[in-house]
């Protein structure tokens, strides 16, 4: 069985300040990750997602996130956040065995003036 | 990439009632799922919508309570039935093309239940 720990529920961060949100999967097998955003009142967009070859991957809007297979871990990152990056922010991870994702518990971005 | 639309966006229902909400995608997709999204929470799939045959559910949910249709490609329905307070959540519809190796999935805007 697969499961997905996001260990913060909330992260506060002033604006233009770095910030990394925490993943941790469990799997037997060997998977896929992905972070979706939620902006509030509005529905799931993927933000990126490892499938395969390089372990760093990166948004269009500043966003990366490095897969660690030693460690079971696809934090995400972002040098310097904005207001507008705002949002809930929910890792997941999917096989090819069991087509559905496993959400974590997702993270609440914060991001003050 | 997929657009998908859900329906209706959002529905207010009396305990007991039953509640159907639409997926509608733009393009044949292989795979529909269905998630439950209660408030505060984590998304919690319901079930794979399979075409042509019975669906599939996760444990702790079950076809008398969240009947699933989907009769080709690109539609399928949920039926919330008998509805209590605790079936308060957004429901969303995703879809995934079978690629072979991955499972990129894209979400509906989701419907958002109230039941009072």
């Known amino acids: 069985a697969q499961s997905v720990t996001q260990l913060d529920s909330q992260v506060p961060v002033f604006e233009e300040a770095p910030v990394e949100l925490r993943c941790n999967y469990s799997s037997s097998v060997s998977v896929y990750l992905f972070w979706y955003v939620q902006y509030p009142n509005q529905g799931l967009q993927l933000l990126l997602k490892?499938?395969?070859?390089?372990?760093l991957v990166e948004s269009i809007n500043g966003f990366e996130a490095e897969f660690n297979k030693s460690q079971t871990s696809f934090h995400l990152r972002k040098p310097s956040v904005h207001i507008s990056d705002t949002a809930e922010y929910f890792c997941?991870?999917?096989?090819?065995?069991?087509?559905?994702?496993?959400f974590g518990s997702g993270t609440r971005l914060q991001v003050q003036p | 990439s997929a657009v998908i639309s859900q329906k209706p966006s959002r529905d207010i229902c009396q305990r007991g009632t039953s509640l159907t909400i639409q997926c509608q995608v733009d393009s044949q997709v292989t795979m529909m799922f269905w998630y439950r999204q209660q408030p505060g929470q984590s998304l919690t799939l319901i079930a794979t919508a399979n075409q042509g045959s019975e669906a599939t559910y996760e444990s702790g949910f079950v076809i008398d309570k969240f009947p699933i249709s989907r009769p080709n490609l690109t539609f399928s329905t949920l039926t919330v039935s008998n509805m209590s307070p605790e079936d308060s959540s957004i429901y969303l519809c995703?879809?995934?093309?079978?690629?072979?190796?991955?499972?990129?999935?894209?979400f509906g805007p989701g419907t958002r239940l109230t039941v009072l």
């Open positions: 490892y499938l395969s070859g390089s372990t």
């Open positions: 995703s879809v995934a093309r079978d690629s072979g190796t991955y499972n990129e999935q894209f």
């Open positions: 997941a991870v999917g096989d090819t065995g069991r087509r559905a994702l496993t």
